[in-house]
Antibody, heavy 125, light 111 residues
Framework: QVQLQESGPGLVKPSETLSLTCTVS????????WSWIRQPPGKGLEWIGY???????NYNPSLKSRVTISVDTSKNQFSLKLSSVTAADTAVYYC???????????????????WGQGTLVTVSS | NFMLTQPHSVSESPGKTVTISCTRS????????VQWYQQRPGSAPTTVIY?????PSGVPDRFSGSIDSSSNSASLTISGLKTEDEADYYC??????????FGGGTKLTVL
């Protein structure tokens, strides 16, 4: 059974870059899409982006200028970098496997399963 | 881009049936699959419905999903409510501008 675990600093200073890694265990990272989703304290879920194991990416337009998602198949890991953070980026960050939804072979979205347990990242000086 | 609007909260008694709605602001609800996630307090979300009405293995058949083109909305119905169903529920769908959209979430209280 595939399990995901987020890791990285829990505190980041304003204007710096948030960096998180998701380690996949119990299965290969290959042949799947992988995603990052965040949830500010007491608020709802926001999709950040996803990456295919081959390296192709899709990002939320509202974050696209600051986000980079990368994959390391040799380590069975994928990573998130979010630059120029502010207090508004304080959130629990989840990694998840993104299951493709296909319509006549065309990718028409994804659903997220399973999810990691999440990690709280606070942006503060 | 469209929005998915959910009621802020719903409540119902154990053993009863509750339905949570998810209304799409523009475009047809039927044009993209809808998923539903359950998030218990302090835990990560888990999938209860994908592709409008499919249940992942391990999700009890008390959970069901549907879409209604007349109201342009999706619904999650939970029958035989149990106290363990008390959680936040989120709908999610895809915008053809390559954007995954979540609803604002609904807090289900089982009292």
């Amino acid at each position: 059974q595939v399990q995901l675990q987020e890791s990285g600093p829990g505190l980041v200073k304003p204007s710096e870059t948030l960096s998180l890694t998701c380690t996949v265990s119990g299965g290969s990272i290959s042949s799947y899409y992988w995603s990052w989703i965040r949830q500010p304290p007491g608020k709802g879920l926001e999709w950040i982006g996803y990456i295919y194991y081959s390296g192709s990416t899709n990002y939320n337009p509202s974050l696209k200028s600051r986000v980079t998602i990368s994959v390391d198949t040799s380590k069975n890991q994928f990573s998130l970098k979010l630059s120029s953070v502010t207090a508004a980026d304080t959130a629990v960050y989840y990694c998840a496997r993104a299951q493709p939804l296909l319509w006549f072979g065309e990718l028409m979205g994804v659903w997220f399963d399973p999810w990691g347990q999440g990690t709280l990242v606070t942006v503060s000086s | 881009n469209f929005m998915l609007t959910q009621p802020h909260s719903v409540s119902e008694s154990p053993g009863k049936t509750v339905t949570i709605s998810c209304t799409r602001s523009s475009g047809s609800i039927a044009s993209n699959y809808v998923q539903w996630y359950q998030q218990r307090p302090g835990s990560a979300p888990t999938t209860v419905i994908y592709e409008d009405n499919q249940r992942p293995s391990g999700v009890p058949d008390r959970f069901s999903g549907s879409i209604d083109s007349s109201s342009n909305s999706a619904s999650l119905t939970i029958s035989g409510l149990k106290t363990e169903d008390e959680a936040d529920y989120y709908c999610q769908s895809y915008d053809s501008s390559n954007l995954e959209v979540f609803g604002g979430g609904t807090k289900l209280t089982v009292l």
